[in-house]
């Protein structure tokens, strides 16, 4: 999987996650960032062409894949925000306690191996009255898609970069002890099994 890690899957996941429909749910959530942000699954930069500079003073990216960042050159190059790169999974941050003003995380808790460990994580370093922004694909409510979604997730993880079709996000959220303070979620267009999407805003 060496050659597909390195030259082919950073190119698909770019290419899909920069989609109309997934852009437009990124601009529902990102322009909502103020201070220091925290995004976590920074990949490509797909979300860095929504950040206010008037609102944003740094953004703080965590990402392991080394692969999929270099794909996010053009849109750093654009960006006018200074940005820092973790290279590391979300759930052990080395950064210190109420650090964040604002956490992002878009399309990531389908792929981070322990995504509640990488929860407590956001909510440890947003400050107190701090808000963890979300986006995300997850489970569908409907009993025949959702099935769906498990059963092509022991094939879809491996060749979407470990990526679980059908997490249940709002769930997720609840177990690392995060309130859900707005919370919305539709179908966008695209395949059922990887299209019902949960926004909104948590707070620890």
């Known amino acids: 999987m060496g050659f597909y890690n390195q030259y ?16 437009k749910q990124r601009a529902k959530i990102v322009p909502r960032a103020r201070g ?5 699954g920074i990949g490509s930069g797909q979300n860095l062409p ?9 953004i703080i990216g965590v990402d392991p894949d080394d692969y999929i960042w270099k794909r996010s050159a053009a849109r750093r190059e654009a960006c006018t925000i200074p940005i820092e790169r973790i290279g590391l999974s979300g759930e052990a ?25 990488a929860l407590s994580e956001m909510k440890r370093i947003v400050k107190p009255g ?4 979300f986006c995300e694909h997850g489970k569908a409510p409907d ?43 539709m179908y966008i ?16």
């Open 36 to 40: 220091t942000v925290l995004e976590i």
């Open 143 to 185: 009993a025949g898609v959702h099935q769906w979604q498990n059963r092509i997730d022991p094939v879809w993880k491996y060749i979407a970069g470990g990526c679980h079709s059908g997490r249940d996000i709002p769930a997720l959220l609840q177990a690392a002890g995060l309130t859900l303070t707005d919370l919305q979620q």
């Open 130 to 133: 701090g808000e963890i922004l």
């Open 189 to 204: 267009p695209g395949p059922r099994v990887l299209s019902y999407n949960y926004w909104g805003v948590a707070k620890g």
């Open 93 to 117: 941050i080395p950064l210190c306690d109420d650090l964040a003003d604002t956490v992002v995380v878009t399309y990531s808790l389908c792929t981070i191996p322990d995504p509640v460990a």
């Open 8 to 23: 082919i899957l950073p190119v698909c996941l770019d290419k899909a996650c920069g989609i109309g429909p997934i852009t």
């Open 50 to 58: 929504h950040y206010n500079p008037a609102h944003v003073d740094k």
